[in-house]
């Protein structure tokens, strides 16, 4: 088994030094699905939300926590974001999220990203929950990170 990188040689939990790695560009592209009624797309698609436009406030709130990600997870370091987008596209079976998070940086981006999807959809879900109670939050992941060591790409992953 490899070196665990978040444990020092007594066992405990530190947090990675990066000090030595160089700072390279670092991009990451997060999603998740928020599954909806029909009933509920319907709402949405006639923008007849109790609350306002859920699409629009669920960008916001995920551009928002993506640059409190430091604060939100222990070990993760605190970074510059140079740029975050969110998308929140209604499709056939609900709100389909999409994150982007770019910086220059000697870390990666990863966690800023996914961030940024999980808060979007939890927001989808506050600004909706009187509309449907029984909405499912599902299938939050890394769909691609360039910048560092190796860049990844869930389309050409093997699981």
């Not at 709402?43 to 928002?64: F, N, Y």
């Not at 982007?100 to 600004?127: F, K, R």
């Not at 909706?128 to 389309?155: C, H, W």
């Amino acid at each position: 088994m490899s070196e665990l990188s978040h444990f020092d040689s007594a066992g405990k939990i530190r947090m990675v030094d990066i000090s030595a790695k160089g700072v390279t560009v670092r991009r990451a592209v997060a999603s998740a699905k928020v599954l909806l009624s029909q009933q509920t797309l319907e709402t949405l698609r006639a923008k007849q939300s109790p609350k306002g436009d859920p699409l629009e406030i669920a960008r916001i709130a995920g551009i928002m926590a993506a640059k409190k990600t430091a604060e939100l997870i222990p070990l993760c370091h605190q970074i510059s974001l140079s740029k975050v987008n969110v998308t929140a596209e209604i499709t056939d079976a609900g709100i389909w999220i999409t994150t982007e998070a770019i910086t220059n940086a000697q870390t990666g981006v990863e966690m800023e990203a996914l961030t940024a999807a999980s808060v979007a959809a939890l927001t989808i879900y506050d600004m909706l929950k009187a509309v449907q109670r029984d909405i499912t939050i599902t299938d939050i992941r890394v769909e691609s990170k360039t910048g560092g060591k190796s860049d990844y790409n869930k389309a050409s992953a093997h699981l």
